[in-house]
């Protein structure tokens, strides 16, 4: 590809429509008129935030123990809070009441920062979400065998080792999505990013209540001080699953990478990233309290042998008809969350084709298609085949990588610090003009350098994952 076609891919400016100050209908950009409040962006955050990550919680602390593991979790979260704060200022441009929106996280970028990093920028982010795109139909896949295998447990009286491929739960689970996914866009699934943001409180809460009961049965707080002993691992294994720990617990907070396009649906006044920062303390302070819950008290049920997946790990049994709710909320939050982290992804495209080749008519015709008892459903061509074909590609990629923990450590890993840390905190310097080498200069700098460290021994300890996982792995026939 030529440089001028690779300055194409990621340079995608958005034509703006005349302003319509003081319309009814439209906002300042010609839009229509934006409709989100504090509750519906706290809703989409928190469908992006509580997702599969918050299984994993019990085995992170696990690694880590009583003391680094809560403290690790409580790091994470307030850095993603207050960098999501000084991302929520780059929404806007210059004024922050008047000034030009930036309808992506790359827009953001372009006009912020311009240059090399928008490409970089793109191809992470865009990386990022096509690998949660990933991770979320293995998880998906992990509870949907869960509530199958429980029931054959419980019919065979645990005589059965009730194995199954997860291939058939994966494609399920693409063939929803396909569905799904030719919703237009963000504005529109608001509905359910509520029903997805109710499923995760439902099983969060039963993984909650499950880890508590175990606790009041046997009578004592399981773990140590340290984290798992040397014995149950070895010194290197804990020294890999500690680094692997710390990327589960970052992508447990890895919603960054779409709050631009979340706060894209707040209506103003007041300003939307006023709206957007109440929204951000909201969000990550119920989301730390359930993981702070779950994780511990899940450390606290299983000590050392705390399973990578709460509810899929079989450390609980019974009752089993509780762990199949748990497990279908699992799954129907993630059917939401996945529309939310891949609709970034769908738009991208399609105003990349749209400036492309504006002429043509499979791009741009919109055919009214009537749905009993609703409005009718406006359907693209080019939006039908471009997006059943990506939820394929992740459909098959998971299919021959479904290893839960690790997929999940490595995302964590590979994008908290760029997303997360490094392009907020530089477009906040620039937006705001802050001198180099001012105190509060060095001070974000050095929250930037010590991120990146912590996401590279995350990452490290996710490849060590995965490479362990390859030794005994047989593509598409992976079975628990």
């Not at 590809?1 to 319309?23: A, H, L, T, Y």
């Not at 992006?48 to 918050?54: D, L, M």
């Not at 049965?217 to 002993?229: A, D, E, K, N, Y």
Request: net charge positive; charged share 15%; aromatic share 14%.
């Amino acid at each position: 590809m030529s440089e001028n076609n690779n300055q194409q891919v990621f340079d995608i400016s958005i034509d703006v429509v005349p302003k319509n100050n003081g319309s009814k209908c439209f906002d300042d950009d010609g839009r229509l008129k934006r409709t989100g409040s504090v509750w519906t962006a706290s809703a989409h955050i928190i469908t992006a935030v509580i997702g599969s990550g918050v299984l994993s919680l019990a085995w992170a602390i696990a690694q880590l123990g009583w003391i680094a593991g809560p403290s690790v979790m409580f790091l994470f979260s307030f850095v993603s809070y207050y960098t999501s704060c000084l991302l929520s200022d780059c929404y806007r441009s210059g004024d922050p009441l008047t000034g030009k929106r930036n309808y992506t996280y790359i827009d953001a970028v372009r006009s912020i920062l311009g240059g090399a990093r928008v490409k970089a920028c793109g191809l992470i982010q865009y990386l990022n979400l096509f690998g949660i795109a990933i991770g979320y139909t293995i998880a998906a896949s992990v509870s949907m065998m869960a509530i199958k295998r429980s029931n054959c447990f419980h019919e065979s009286g645990g005589k059965k080792p009730c194995h199954m491929s997860s291939n058939p739960y994966m494609i399920l689970f693409g063939v929803t999505e396909v569905l799904l996914s030719q919703i237009p866009d963000f504005d529109q699934i608001w509905w359910l990013s509520i029903v997805a943001a109710v499923m995760s409180f439902t099983y969060s809460s039963i993984g909650l209540a499950l880890g508590i009961v175990k606790v009041a049965t046997t009578g004592t707080f399981r773990g140590s001080l340290t984290g798992i002993s040397i014995g149950t691992v070895t010194e290197t294994q804990k020294m890999w699953r500690s680094f692997q720990a710390l990327g589960d617990i970052a992508f447990a907070y890895s919603y960054s990478v779409i709050l631009i396009e979340i706060q894209d649906t707040i209506k103003a006044p007041p300003s939307e990233a006023k709206t957007m920062k109440k929204a951000t303390v909201l969000s990550i302070a119920v989301t730390t309290t359930f993981y702070m819950l779950c994780g511990c008290m899940g450390y606290a049920a299983f000590g050392d042998f705390a399973p990578g997946n709460l509810l899929t790990g079989f450390g609980f049994y019974n009752p089993f008809w509780l762990l199949d709710i748990a497990n279908a909320a699992i799954v129907v939050h993630l059917v939401g969350a996945y529309q939310v982290f891949c609709q970034p992804i769908f738009a991208f495209v399609e105003k990349w084709a749209a400036q492309r080749w504006p002429e043509s008519k499979l791009i741009t015709k919109e055919f009214q298609v009537p749905v009993p008892g609703l409005p009718s459903f406006k359907l693209n061509l080019f939006r039908l085949v471009w997006r059943t074909k990506f939820v394929m590609l992740t459909t098959i990629i998971s299919m021959l990588l479904p290893f839960f923990n690790d997929v999940v450590g490595l995302l964590g890993a590979l994008g908290f610090w760029p997303l997360t840390v490094y392009f907020p905190v530089e477009m906040y310097i620039a937006q705001k003009q802050i001198p180099k080498w001012s105190t509060r200069w060095i001070c974000l700098q050095m929250l930037s350098i010590a991120c990146l460290v912590i996401s590279l021994v995350a990452a490290a300890g996710s490849i060590a994952g995965v490479m362990l996982d390859l030794k005994v792995y047989r593509p598409f026939k992976t079975s628990y």
